[in-house]
């Protein structure tokens, strides 16, 4: 009986193992040193792609409006992969520097929001990014920025979308 149990354990945590490897992650399928035509081939077409101070890209595949991922990969000048990971997520909003960050900075970040707003009686347009705190709560976070495009404030908010009192209200 107890042959039994572990060759089911062992072939029960085989399978899961074999499962799990094909649900890999974008982020995790990219290689530091990988040049951009290995990494298309692997992801596809890049949706955004930016220009970086240092001479590199960042390119992005964002599953936004109504996902909450955004892989990023971040090539150096001779276009090889510096850096790879999923920036909606909130270490990487935090980096956000509140008076000193523009729209551009923030666009370069985190790709183009899934929505915008303009709220006049404060003065500021807001850009709002779907992301999913700690793997388990759906939330928005939000920028605001001033006339100039400066970056004043930051909020995160529940995602209403998820809440089962505002599935009628949208």
């Known amino acids: 009986m107890k042959k039994r149990i572990a060759f089911a354990l062992t072939h029960g945590a085989c399978v899961a193992a074999f499962v799990l490897a094909g649900c890999a992650q974008p982020e995790q399928r990219v290689q530091p040193g990988m040049d951009q035509q290995a990494i298309v081939a692997k992801l596809g077409p890049p949706?955004?792609?930016?220009?970086?101070?240092?001479?590199?890209?960042?390119?992005?595949?964002?599953?936004?409006?109504?996902?909450?991922?955004?892989?990023?990969?971040?090539?150096?000048?001779?276009?090889?992969?510096?850096?790879?990971?999923?920036?909606?997520?909130?270490?990487?909003?935090?980096?956000?520097?509140?008076?000193?960050?523009?729209?551009?900075?923030?666009?370069?970040?985190?790709?183009?929001?899934?929505?915008?707003?303009?709220?006049?009686?404060?003065?500021?347009?807001?850009?709002?990014?779907?992301?999913?705190?700690?793997?388990?709560?759906?939330?928005l976070f939000h920028f605001y920025f001033d006339a100039q495009g400066v970056l004043r404030q930051t909020q995160k908010q529940p995602d209403p979308r998820y809440d089962p009192s505002q599935r009628n209200v949208l």
């Not at 590199?56 to 991922?69: A, E, I, V």
């Not at 985190?110 to 990014?129: H, S």
């Open 47 to 139: 949706k955004e792609t930016y220009d970086l101070p240092n001479g590199g890209k960042r390119l992005m595949w964002p599953t936004q409006p109504m996902g909450s991922t955004t892989t990023a990969v971040d090539l150096d000048a001779s276009g090889n992969t510096v850096s790879v990971r999923q920036v909606l997520q909130e270490n990487e909003f935090y980096k956000a520097e509140v008076n000193k960050w523009t729209r551009n900075d923030v666009m370069v970040a985190f790709g183009r929001p899934f929505e915008t707003a303009y709220f006049k009686r404060m003065d500021r347009e807001v850009w709002t990014y779907r992301y999913m705190e700690n793997n388990i709560d759906h939330m």
